[in-house]
């Protein structure tokens, strides 16, 4: 097959992990003699450095055209003034919105060799298999949002909206998603304080309708913030807001040891998809070629199966992952007693050789 991928690295670490990913889909695509065209290009605070803007209408332009994007991070001290009218995150939130990516999904599978590495007692954690569906370009990070004054004070807002239609497609998603696993979905909301949970908890027991064989839950978000330390293992499918689905993922993400673990796709209506690590630009660590490239090259896997329709290929990546730690390789977040630990470059290059078998 023949694909064209735009290739983002962003800032600080973003770099560095996204060169191993693009490493790994090289081998993929000699392998199955697939030609996958990269086209890389700049968003964030590098794109702020070197025409202004956080996204570039070049950029954009590039991965709308393209059949999937793969993204570092963006960020980063030298960017962080809070007065500052352009910020780098706002490239990803502009590319998000301008991609119509409106799902999130983010995969948090235990690694049986990273058990130890876990900071939860492996009798609570093992066997975890679950997926947050964040939604992604509606909420509160997308609401009207201001500063004015209230009674001689100043004051700022940020408002949280939801349409039908914005719940009922990320609700398709995370159903479908559902009815694929194991049949549970659990739809985490505060509608015990918020109007627009309680609309949210409407549509998603309205949805359930057309799943039968799907059971659906309501949670609370902070009882669930609780449940996914104390029963991991319990949930299948998270359907969730933006913000809580930025928190929560967070969270869910150090089940598996480390935020360098974990993967995720944005996805919209077709089968064009943003894929990048949860993880941030980690400025302390940047440089040093000492990032775990897991995320990024577990995030390629996901790349292969949502856009591209090979899924082969991303179970090949995924095993080749599985392969290298239970050989006992780690990076530093995941080092462990009796492990040897591999830097950025290192780590890539024993998962591209497991992949070429
Ligand atoms: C994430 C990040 C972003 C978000 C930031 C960088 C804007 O935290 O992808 O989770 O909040 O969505
Ligand atoms: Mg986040």
């Avoid at 793969?70 to 919105?97: C, H, I, S, T, Y």
Wanted: some cysteine; aromatic content about 4%.
């Amino acid at each position: 097959m023949h694909a064209t991928i735009a290739v983002l690295p962003g800032d600080g670490v973003g770099s560095e992990v996204i060169g191993c990913a693009v490493k790994v889909l090289r081998m993929v695509a000699s392998h199955g003699g697939h030609t996958l065209e990269f086209r890389e290009a700049l968003i964030g605070g590098g794109a702020i450095d070197a025409v202004g803007h956080p996204l570039p209408e070049s950029t954009l332009a590039l991965c709308q055209d393209s059949d999937a994007v793969l993204f570092g991070a963006v960020g980063g001290p030298k960017w962080d003034d809070p007065r500052a009218n352009v910020r780098p995150e706002q490239g990803l939130m502009a590319l998000r919105k301008g991609l119509d990516l409106f799902a999130n999904l983010r995969p948090v599978k235990l690694n049986a060799s990273l058990l130890p590495a876990s900071r939860i007692k492996p009798e609570i954690i093992a066997g975890t298999d679950l997926v947050i569906v964040r939604e992604l370009s509606s909420g509160i990070y997308y609401g009207r949002r201001g500063r004015g004054e209230q009674e001689g004070d100043l004051m700022a807002y940020d408002t949280m909206a939801y349409t039908v239609p914005e719940i009922e497609r990320v609700m398709h998603v995370a159903f479908r998603l559902a009815r694929k696993r194991r049949g549970k979905l659990t739809s985490v909301d505060k509608a015990n304080v918020l109007e627009v949970c309680r609309l949210w908890r409407e549509v998603a027991s309205k949805t359930a309708a057309e799943y039968p064989h799907v059971a659906l839950e309501h949670l609370l978000v902070d009882a669930t913030a609780m449940h996914l330390i104390r029963r991991p293992r319990e949930f299948d499918v998270i359907v969730t807001s933006n913000m809580f689905g930025d928190i929560l993922t967070d969270e869910a993400a150090m089940l598996s040891g480390s935020l360098g673990m974990a993967p995720s796709a944005s996805l919209g209506t077709g089968s064009q998809g943003l894929y990048e690590p949860i993880h941030g630009t980690a400025p302390d660590i940047a440089g040093r070629d000492i990032a775990n490239p897991i995320a990024a090259i577990l995030s390629v896997a996901l790349l292969l199966r949502h856009s591209l329709d090979l899924e082969e290929e991303a179970c090949a990546v995924e095993a080749a992952v599985d392969k290298v730690l239970s050989d006992g390789y780690r990076t530093a977040d995941i080092a462990q007693e009796g492990t040897v630990t591999l830097g950025t470059v290192e780590m890539a290059s024993r998962i591209v050789d497991a992949l070429a078998g």
